[in-house]
């Protein structure tokens, strides 16, 4: 097997990005340098066949779209490690305009809460880049959970720099039970909001990801309501509501925010589309 065969292979099943993904995947199984790969396209791979029974199985999956990360296990966001697998969605550069929005706003020694957490890439974002902001997250399912916690011990040495909180986003008697009279600066969440109609038209890739994380079996808007109603009630004076959603929701979105008496506005991501819609409790300035 060689690194061009690999990429071949990757291109003919449609694979965006296919030679970065084939140096990624060869790399990741034989311990060569993706520099080294660069430079050796058309070279045999000298590995032992354990390692080349692995890597070709990897192609293979990879080939039938299964996702890449998975293959790899782990996925970096916002400069951090993160493992990742079936148990919960892949973090994805979107969601960065969410992390650098908290990161940014949040004052100092703020409390935060991340919400549908997942991998928990959003909270551990923002653990590691403000270490002075006391950190929650919450998910419903414990399988991401376990994800997220295990994640939070590898890049801190412990779970408690986090702390994690199993409960339905949507039960506000959840949320009474769990944080009571507690506020927070800054509320974030990415729930599920890809519409039924849309789950047909996604990449084969997403297939695989949980899909309870990816949308709600309705309009997609039936968390991001929940999460409006019962959230904005857990903010401090001047504290900050911000939620991903898809790239045509955001009328709706700040729809429903103004029909409470708030202000918000909406932020693009790198690709031009609006993706992260913020409330901010008064006494206003966005």
């Keep these: 097997m060689i690194l061009n065969d690999i990429i071949i292979k990757f291109e003919n099943a449609g694979i965006k990005n296919a030679a970065y993904e084939a140096r990624l995947i060869t790399s990741h199984f034989t311990g060569i340098s993706e520099a080294m790969l660069l430079s050796s396209k058309n070279e045999e791979f000298n590995i032992s066949e354990e390692c080349e029974a692995a890597l070709s199985e990897a192609v293979s999956r990879r080939a039938e779209r299964y996702p890449l990360q998975y293959i790899l296990g782990k996925w970096e966001f916002m400069g951090i490690p993160l493992e990742v697998n079936e148990g919960c969605l892949i973090p994805r550069s979107d969601t960065e305009l969410l992390c650098e929005l908290a990161i940014d706003k949040l004052p100092e020694n703020g409390n935060f809460l991340d919400l549908c957490t997942g991998s928990g890439c959003i909270a551990l974002a923002v653990a590691h880049h403000r270490p002075d902001v006391k950190v929650s997250a919450l ?3 414990p399988a991401p959970l376990l994800v997220a916690k295990k994640n939070c011990e590898s890049l801190f040495g412990s779970k408690d720099r986090v702390r994690f909180v199993e409960a339905d986003v949507c039960s506000h008697i959840s949320a009474l039970g769990y944080f009571g009279s507690e506020r927070f600066d800054f509320i974030a969440a990415n729930p599920p909001y890809v519409t039924i109609d849309e789950m047909d038209e996604l990449e084969g890739e997403l297939s ?48 429903i925010m103004r029909n409470l008496g708030y202000r918000c506005e909406t932020l693009r991501d790198l690709s031009g589309n609006e993706r992260v819609t913020v409330m901010r409790t008064p006494p206003y300035s966005i």
């Design 208 to 255: 695989y990801e949980p899909r309870h994380a990816l949308t709600d079996e309705c309009d997609g808007l039936t968390v991001i309501r929940a999460i409006i109603h019962i959230y904005r009630l857990f903010l401090r004076p001047r504290g900050y509501l911000a939620i991903e959603h898809g790239r045509s929701q955001g009328p709706v979105v700040r729809a």
């Design 139 to 141: 998910e419903k399912y």
